[in-house]
């Protein structure tokens, strides 16, 4: 027989800097004029997702700086992904990257996130949270924020009851998580070759030899960067179009800018470079201050690098469902299509 759902009531304590309802974003919505948004680090958010039994899509929250507590009213399991973070469970230290149970009347902290900018948080069932073009991301432009404040009470819908892990300390599974690392203080990026690289001319070398740091200025629109730009020269008027994440455009001022999930168009800006679908994760969680460097690859190393990054997910997916099932956990893992997830 399937399990039974049942209601379990999650109190927000503390709301950390900022603290949204979050999944991968919007399906088809740029062709209506709506950013596709979602989670700035997808690989963390999907990672969290798929170590409760999620599908990868599922709402979660994601977390911005700051210390994220809550209490909750039946047992519940979670996984905490993202940038470093000190994650407590009723006072005990526990890992992020892998499941971790909650028992009922459980306080979770979430502290000290280091390294990079967001954490993710999933729960085991399904979170109830408005949708705006079919998903939960915020869209603030839209009058659609999806922000948590302290004193919220979340509802989740979960069919887990339990499951006894006295040693919360020790690890509960040993899973093929890609973790990625955020501990050198200087990040290299992939990127490819844009419709504006050979009009910029020493570019290529530039990108490749000068480090550039992430400014104050910087959004969910894209990340604007202090160092050295290139202007191409004689390309006339640019007519604005659409353009993909992580774009890199180069403004009238002396300025580089990485386009993110919520940019429009180009405003007639020349593009000079891509980063790499599997570098964009990382991009999602640069912060003011951070440093990085780029390096050229091909189109096809690009290509191969993400349907690496897609199959290292599916073996986590399928790994959490087998074990899920021969403890008798809810699971409700699907593999979804590259182009969904990334």
């Known amino acids: 027989m399937p399990a039974v759902e049942r209601s379990v009531t999650i109190k927000i304590r503390e ?66 992904t993202g940038a470093p973070a000190d994650v407590t469970v009723n006072g005990s230290k526990v890992s992020m990257w892998e ?99 050979d009009a910029a001319l020493g570019i290529r070398e530039l990108l490749s030899s000068r480090e550039y740091t992430v400014t104050a200025k910087s959004n969910h629109v894209g990340l604007r960067l202090d160092g050295p730009v290139v202007h191409p020269e004689g390309l006339g008027e640019i007519v604005s179009h659409g353009v993909p994440i992580g774009a890199f455009e180069v403004p009238h001022g002396d300025e580089l800018i990485i386009l993110g999930r919520y940019r429009t168009l180009t405003a007639g800006y020349p593009i000079v470079a891509f980063a790499t679908k599997a570098s964009l994760p990382m991009l999602g969680q640069a912060r003011p201050g951070q440093r990085m460097t780029f390096r050229w690859v091909s189109q096809e190393q690009a290509v191969a690098d993400h349907h690496e990054a897609q199959r290292l997910l599916g073996v986590l997916e399928a790994r959490v469902q087998s074990l899920f099932s021969a403890i008798d956990l809810p699971h409700h893992s699907r593999q979804v299509p590259a182009k969904a997830a990334a």
């Not at 979050?22 to 700035?40: F, I, M, Y």
């Not at 958010?45 to 599922?58: F, K, M, Q, S």
């Not at 979170?127 to 432009?141: I, N, Q, T, V, W």
């Open 15 to 80: 709301t950390a800097w900022l603290a949204t309802f979050q999944d991968l974003g919007r399906q088809n919505s740029e062709a209506l004029g709506v950013p596709c948004g979602g989670a700035a680090d997808q690989h963390s958010a999907a990672v969290a997702n798929i170590l409760v039994g999620n599908n990868r899509t599922a709402t979660l929250l994601e977390l911005m700086g700051g210390r994220f507590t809550f209490t909750t009213s039946k047992p519940v399991l979670i996984a905490v």
């Open 99 to 197: 499941p971790v149970c909650v028992p009922a009347k459980g306080q979770v902290v979430i502290a000290n996130a280091r390294g990079g900018m967001r954490n993710y948080l999933a729960f085991s069932g399904t979170l109830a949270a408005d949708l705006f073009m079919g998903s939960a991301a915020p869209e603030a432009r839209m009058g659609f924020p999806q922000q948590i404040v302290a004193g919220q009470h979340l509802e989740l819908r979960s069919s887990y009851t339990g499951f006894e892990h006295p040693y919360l300390t020790q690890p509960l599974f040993r899973l093929p998580v890609p973790v990625p690392s955020f501990e050198h203080p200087l990040w290299t990026i992939d990127i490819t070759e844009g419709p504006e690289t």
